[in-house]
């Protein structure tokens, strides 16, 4: 499953080969979007594995690209993790569980 980046504060002079250069050091990138708005340009870029990902995140956000400090985080905000799941699955047996122990103490 493919995981997706938002690469924020870009300056408008960052090309899609600076973008390229810098994060397909962390694995396979399946896509690049880059966009420019009045003031500053952001990306999106997605990656094959979702570990590469996360190394871009940890090792990318904050770096100076082009006299600007850039944002690397998860497109579609945070993705909290617990135990390796994500926060969606990790809900998902909570409540699972939650239930069987209802089931269990008042039935």
């Not at 944002?71 to 239930?99: D, H, P, Y």
Request: glycine fraction near 6%.
């Amino acid at each position: 499953m493919p995981d997706h980046l938002f690469i924020g504060r870009l300056s408008l002079n960052t090309r899609m080969r600076d973008i390229l250069a810098i994060f397909e050091r962390y694995g396979r990138i399946t896509r690049i979007d880059l966009k420019f708005g009045t003031e500053w340009a952001y990306a999106f870029v997605n990656y094959a594995n979702q570990r590469d990902a996360e190394d871009a995140i940890e090792h990318e956000n904050r770096r100076e690209v082009n006299g600007q400090r850039i944002v690397v985080k998860w497109a579609n905000g945070q993705r909290w993790r617990f135990l390796g799941f994500s926060s969606e699955l990790t809900i998902s047996v909570i409540i699972m569980i939650l239930v069987l122990l209802y089931y269990y103490c008042f039935y």
